[in-house]
């Protein structure tokens, strides 16, 4: 009988335990990996909606991972050397937002298929039309420029010290340049002549001996003065006149360009000689542009499109074609197995029109 029950419980058991691996392997299933990626805002790609990201990556990052069954979560890096390094340091698994494909980070990293055709481009103030030229506003932009204040500061300074050792030295002799002993008005009286030494000629000089030397002195440092000043004002113009607008990459050499920090766009434009200022966040080189710190921006040309378009309408425009072709790509260490499964669901959205639909949230004017 004993004998007779054993194959019974024998298939009980293995019942039991098939019943119990397949309610792990169901559980597993329901509970999805989690992938931390590491990312960056850059309006459209990366947008930073009250702490709640969206944009074109993140959006069509969001669709993959669903596809794969992957939980996300996101980590923001303050730049895209600091994005390299997470990935790199395994801090994070992947990177997702506006990175570069380029043979210098392929030998260290895989990318993606590209999620995105882009390129470098140059922007630049103004709206683009004809009506920016006015000579009017160039006149006064240069008359009220950085420059012309430090000059005036200089101008100050040069008129308020000679014009208190004069009047110190001239107060009693009543007959010269300053006709009261009194500091009001006598100062404003020394004040005129030291302007006037400055400029050009004074009409009237001092009386007293060292006054004279003085006065001596202050003609000479006058002439000196004028001259740079001049110097300098027709440097600033002729600068003006020859370089210009800004038309291509070419007349980047030697101005005043901003780009975010370690970005492709830094090394180009090193390479073009400009003056790089790299920033953070791509705001800061907006709004150095917008406050004539800078000369131009040149970054990649969907991130700066979406600023022209909306934010920056008719403050800023563009300047010709994306002169360096660039494509941007999902970033992971070498070996990782997810890159295929990637590459494999980034192909079904294209083929399924899901990432037609995403782009054209993103890039197609509302
Ligand atoms: N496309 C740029 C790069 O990969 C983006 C730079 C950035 O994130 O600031 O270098």
């Known amino acids: 009988m004993v004998s007779h029950m054993l194959p019974v419980f024998g298939r009980l058991a293995a019942a039991v335990c098939l019943a119990a691996t397949l309610a792990t392997t169901a559980f597993a299933q329901s509970e999805p990996r989690e992938v931390v990626v590491a990312t960056r805002v850059l309006p459209p790609l990366v947008v930073d909606q009250k702490g709640a990201l969206s944009g074109f990556s993140i959006e069509l990052w969001n669709a993959i991972a669903e596809r794969l069954k992957l939980k996300t979560s996101y980590q923001p890096a303050p730049d895209v050397r600091a994005l390299l390094e997470e990935v790199r340091s395994e801090k994070v698994e992947i990177g997702v937002a506006a990175i570069s494909i380029t043979s210098a980070r392929e ?20 709206s683009g039309r004809d009506t920016d030229a006015n000579p009017l506003t160039d006149l006064l932009g240069l008359l009220f420029s950085k420059t012309s204040l430090v000059w005036l500061g200089i101008a100050l300074l040069l008129i308020l010290i000679p014009a208190h050792i004069v009047w110190f030295l001239e107060r009693r002799h009543n007959s010269g340049i300053i006709p009261t002993d009194k500091y009001i008005p006598g100062i404003f009286y020394a004040m005129y002549w030291s302007a006037a030494t400055l400029a050009t000629q004074a009409e009237n000089q001092p009386r007293q001996w060292f006054a004279r030397v003085v006065a001596l002195f202050w003609m000479f440092t006058g ?26 990459p070419d007349d980047l050499a030697g101005r005043k360009v901003a780009t975010t920090r370690g970005s492709t766009a830094a090394n180009v434009l090193r390479d073009l000689r400009a003056q790089v200022t790299e920033v953070a966040r791509i705001d800061e080189a907006y709004e150095a542009l917008q406050d004539r710190d800078v000369d131009a921006v040149v970054f990649d040309s969907p991130v700066l499109l979406y600023f022209a378009a909306n934010e920056g ?52 004017s509302r």
């Open 313 to 364: 309408k008719g403050r800023v425009h563009l300047v010709g074609v994306p002169f360096r072709k660039e494509d941007y790509g999902i970033i992971f260490r070498p070996n990782n197995p997810l890159r295929r499964q990637v590459n494999a669901t980034l192909l079904q959205l294209r083929e399924d029109g899901t990432y037609q639909q995403i782009y054209d949230k993103w890039f197609t």
């Open 107 to 126: 030998v260290e990293f895989e990318f993606s298929q590209p999620i995105l055709n882009a390129g470098l481009q140059i922007m630049i103030r103004g």
């Open 223 to 248: 002439i000196v003065f004028v001259a740079l000043y001049t110097a300098q004002l027709t440097a600033t113009l002729t600068v003006q006149q020859i370089q210009g607008g800004i038309s291509g």
